[in-house]
């Protein structure tokens, strides 16, 4: 029973950059790397059609830190109107004043 080997990302875009050089043929470089040539081909054609997105957008901790940012704005105002509801309520006496 063979079992399928995984790539990290960091691994494929060392390989597809080094196809991209065009330094060494396919079968050197899946020689060196120990991949087959046809993953290195796929690599490569990822690589090079993908390429443009890193520049266009922000990366992902950028966008990942700015949704963490806009939650937390959120949850900011939703704690703010609870205690202004939970305030007003006891005011009005239908909801009884807690202990803080």
């Known amino acids: 029973m063979t079992h399928k080997k995984k790539y990290t990302a960091s691994f494929k875009a060392q390989v597809a950059i080094e196809a991209i050089k065009e330094s060494e043929t396919l079968s050197e470089l899946s020689r060196r790397f120990e991949v087959h040539p046809q993953l290195i081909s796929n690599w490569k054609r990822e690589f090079l059609s993908r390429g443009a997105e890193i520049f266009s957008s922000k990366a992902p901790d950028e966008?990942?830190?700015?949704?963490?940012?806009?939650?937390?704005?959120?949850?900011g105002r939703l704690e703010v109107e609870v205690d202004f509801c939970k305030r007003a309520s006891?005011?009005?006496g239908i909801l009884k004043p807690s202990k803080r």
């Open 63 to 75: 966008e990942a830190a700015l949704r963490e940012k806009l939650l937390y704005e959120k949850i």
């Open 90 to 92: 006891e005011k009005l």
